[in-house]
């Protein structure tokens, strides 16, 4: 109930799936909870939901970042938790290492990874002069496999997984920890990502159709069944907490067993 008790936390990607049941689970323990999101309507329909405070958020803006973690610390006093976890799938047509178009691989790499730099780099300064601080970042298992599928979404994972060792290894002697997750599949709905991945799979003509496509993906998971959002939330709830006080710089696998190096 409060293992995240006055713990001041920003989510990005707040109106997406993830976000919004970090959001919940950070709330149920205690914490005061900050959403962003680029997307309004979700980011208000999350906030209403959850009764939580919502700032319209472009993640790729370095100015946006300064004023919204300049604004929460001038409120709260303090940023305890940063979660960067906006992200974006990019193109499900032209995917493999033969098609992939330059637009695409920058948008990927702008959204997906410059971000999560941007938002290490701000909340750094705020997190030293609150003595302490833990950054999650969301990877993806796509990090650590080859993704011929989605040959940009998987180099920007793998980006936001390397990042947060370095971050966690600079950010040690001020007490700040920086963790990653790496979700495997998990369940969105319709016109979630994995949705979009089992369709653009079957649109590709690399599966007969979505339905076989997801059975095929899910096949590759040990534990038989593609996650929930809660699932990934209960993992960022420890990252956040005092109880991983002595875990930094870690890649956290939540992915029903399919366990990666
Ligand atoms: N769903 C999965 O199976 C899965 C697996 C591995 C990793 N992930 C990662 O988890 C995170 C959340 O995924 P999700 O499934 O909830 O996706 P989602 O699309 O439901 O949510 C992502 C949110 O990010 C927001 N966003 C996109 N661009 C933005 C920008 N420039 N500025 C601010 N916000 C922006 C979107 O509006 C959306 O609300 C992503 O980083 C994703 O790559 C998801």
Redesign the pocket.
């Known amino acids: 109930m409060d293992r995240l008790a006055k713990k001041v936390c920003l989510i990005?990607?707040?109106?997406?799936?993830?976000?919004r049941a970090i959001a919940k689970a950070f709330k149920d323990e205690g914490a005061v909870v900050i959403i962003?999101?680029?997307?309004e309507q979700?980011l208000s329909a999350s906030a209403d939901t959850l009764g939580c405070e919502s700032i319209v958020?472009?993640?790729?803006s370095e100015s946006q970042w300064e004023c919204i973690v300049g604004d929460i610390e001038k409120k709260y006093g303090r940023i305890d938790v940063l979660v960067n976890?906006?992200?974006?799938?990019g193109s499900t047509d032209n995917v493999n290492p033969e098609t992939t178009q330059v637009e695409d691989f920058r948008r990927l790499q702008l959204?997906?990874v410059e971000?999560v730099m941007l938002g290490c780099r701000t909340v750094i300064p705020a997190m030293k002069r609150a003595k302490g601080g833990s950054i999650i970042n969301?990877?993806?298992?796509?990090a650590a496999i080859a993704t011929p599928f989605e040959v940009s979404y998987g180099l920007s994972?793998a980006a936001v997984r390397h990042l947060s060792w370095s971050v966690g290894a600079h950010c040690a002697p001020f007490g700040i920890r920086c963790n990653s997750i790496m979700?495997?599949?998990?369940e969105?709905g319709d016109g979630?990502?994995?949705d979009s991945i089992f369709k653009g799979a079957a649109r590709r003509g690399e599966q007969a159709d979505a339905d076989t496509a997801r059975t095929t993906f899910t096949a590759l998971i040990p534990l038989g069944m593609l996650g929930t959002?809660y699932d990934?939330a209960m993992g960022a709830v420890y990252l956040a907490s005092d109880e991983s006080r002595y875990v930094s710089s870690i890649s956290l696998q939540i992915s029903g067993g399919w366990s990666v190096l």
């Open positions: 990005t990607g707040g109106g997406g799936a993830i976000g962003s999101d680029i997307n979700l958020q472009d993640v790729t976890n906006a992200g974006i799938l959204v997906n971000s969301i990877s993806s298992i796509a994972k979700p495997g599949q998990i969105t979630g990502m994995m959002p990934i």
